[in-house]
């Protein structure tokens, strides 16, 4: 089997996550774990990449969050201060994290 690349899976986790109608809001690299063996290859069973995401405390339903005032100037966020957080600002904040990095491709 074609071994499941992590974005792939995550591609997987924000069409759960827009099935559900629900934004997770904070996306940037520091909030997806993707785990590696001590050898560097990913580690996952039957192919499958094991991520997680983490950090859930702007996630609600599309619309009804606000973005904080307060966010890493660092990162390209979707959405403007106090915008609601709709559910295109999650895809859109993982391809401009993930792009450019190796290990996602």
Do not use: C, M
Not at 11 to 21: C, I
Request: proline letters at 5%; a negative charge; charged letters at 30%.
């Amino acid at each position: 089997a074609e071994k499941d690349r992590p974005r792939a899976t995550l591609a997987r986790v924000l069409s759960a996550l827009r099935d559900a109608s629900f934004v997770h809001g904070d996306l940037p690299d520091v909030n997806i774990i993707v785990h590696i063996k001590a050898d560097g290859t990913l580690l996952g069973e039957a192919g499958k990449v094991q991520l997680r995401i983490i950090d859930f405390d702007r996630s609600w339903e599309s619309g009804k969050v606000d973005y904080l005032p307060s966010r890493n100037p660092g990162i390209d966020w979707p959405g403007k201060i106090i915008d609601k957080i709709i559910l295109e600002h999650d895809k859109i904040l993982v391809d401009s994290v993930l792009r450019g990095i190796d290990i996602y491709q």
